[in-house]
Nanobody
Framework: QVQLVESGGGLVQAGGSLRLSCAASGSIFSLNDMGWYRQALGKQREFVAV???????NYADSVKGRFTISRDNAKNTVYLQMNSLKPEDTAVYYC???????????WGQGTQVTVSS
């Protein structure tokens, strides 16, 4: 089993920045993708960004150029640096880890990000 704990959410004004962190613990296989998804009120959960264990990244078009995902493999931690935040970025942000042996997903509990206009 793998546990994911997010931190760093909060309230910020439009144009501001936040940094989310997600620490993984438990039985972590070395080959894994870690990423972030978000779910706004009344909407479906959507992909935000992902980073492989080798460091390759991919982003949703809506956050490209504003968000940066990174990871520290020694700490089993993934980060999401969010700059130039917009009110439409308001959502609960969920950390995700995919165990590449079985393509099994683990999810964190989520952290609220609120961007005021």
């Amino acid at each position: 089993q793998v546990q994911l704990v997010e931190s760093g959410g909060g309230l910020v004004q439009a144009g501001g920045s936040l940094r989310l962190s997600c620490a993984a613990s438990g039985s972590i296989f070395s080959l894994n993708d870690m990423g972030w998804y978000r779910q706004a009120l009344g909407k479906q959960r959507e992909f935000v960004a992902v980073i492989t264990s080798g460091g390759s990244t991919n982003y949703a078009d809506s956050v490209k150029g504003r968000f940066t995902i990174s990871r520290d493999n020694a700490k089993n931690t993934v980060y999401l640096q969010m700059n130039s935040l917009k009110p439409e970025d308001t959502a609960v942000y969920y950390c995700n880890l995919v165990d590449m042996r079985y393509r099994y997903d683990y999810w964190g509990q989520g952290t609220q990000v609120t961007v005021s206009s």
